[in-house]
């Protein structure tokens, strides 16, 4: 999640009634047993993903991701979440394993959405180390003009 979260950064994340796209989000781990992700959440269900150009677009609109560390260098053809799932994505795009490469067989990677059933909370500080302390907001998703 860098830029947005350091490695080795402690973290406070809340149970929500309801999450929204742009949240940083605590999911369990959809390949790992007993592990947790933190990524941001993109994408809700019956929402359109797709990657292009180095930008990501939602229900076909370009979406403005400031705080990417670099642009996109992969592509995603159109993907729709299915009902009960969400899409999400690490903040550093092309380092990141997430919904844009998970599949069950390692071999054959495919997008996948995570069921809203394993979000464990919402981000919302780190509190250590202590020189780190800050609020984690969300960044809601706003369509754009189009990519820079």
Excluded: C
Excluded at 39 to 47: I, N
Aim: proline share 10%; no cysteine.
């Amino acid at each position: 999640m860098e830029p947005t979260l350091a490695t080795r950064e402690y973290i406070l994340s809340t149970n929500e009634h309801e999450y929204r796209r742009g949240d940083v989000i605590v999911v369990k781990d959809p390949m790992i047993a007993g592990g947790y992700l933190v990524k941001r959440l993109v994408a809700l269900p019956g929402d359109h993903v797709q990657m292009d150009g180095g930008a990501l677009f939602l229900n076909g609109a370009y979406i403005s991701e400031p705080y990417l560390p670099e642009p996109i260098q992969y592509a995603l053809p159109e993907y729709v979440v299915p009902d009960g799932q969400v899409f999400i994505l690490g903040d550093n795009r092309n380092l990141s394993v997430d919904s844009h490469d998970w599949s069950d067989d390692a071999e054959v990677p495919q997008t996948a959405g995570v069921a809203v059933e394993s979000i464990v909370g919402k981000v919302r500080f780190v509190y250590l180390p202590i020189g780190h302390a800050r609020r984690v907001g969300s960044y809601p998703p706003a369509p754009s003009v189009g990519p820079p």
